[in-house]
C-alpha cells in the first residue's frame, strides 16, 4: 500500500523515549491497572510505528538507488 506522505506522523526517539518513561511511572508509581496497561499499550506502539517507519524509509531509499 502506498504511503500518504501527507497523512504521515513522524514518531521521534524522543516520544517513545517520553512514552516509556510515563509507563515506567505508571507502573512504578502503584497507578490502577488500566493506566498502567494503556501507558504501556501507547510505548509498545510507538515502538512498532517507528520501526515501521524506518522500515519504510530504507525501502523508498532502495528504489530510489536501483530504479
Do not use: C, N
Not at 496497561?37 to 517507519?53: G, H, I, K, P, V
Amino acid at each position: 500500500m502506498p504511503i500518504d506522505d501527507a497523512l504521515r506522523v513522524e514518531i521521534t526517539d524522543a516520544d517513545v523515549r517520553a512514552a516509556k518513561r510515563d509507563w515506567l511511572a505508571a507502573r512504578d508509581g502503584g497507578e490502577p491497572a488500566v493506566t498502567v496497561e494503556t501507558a504501556f499499550w501507547l510505548y509498545r506502539t510507538l515502538m512498532s510505528t517507528q520501526a515501521q517507519q524506518l522500515a519504510d524509509d530504507l525501502r523508498r531509499a532502495r528504489r530510489a538507488d536501483h530504479p
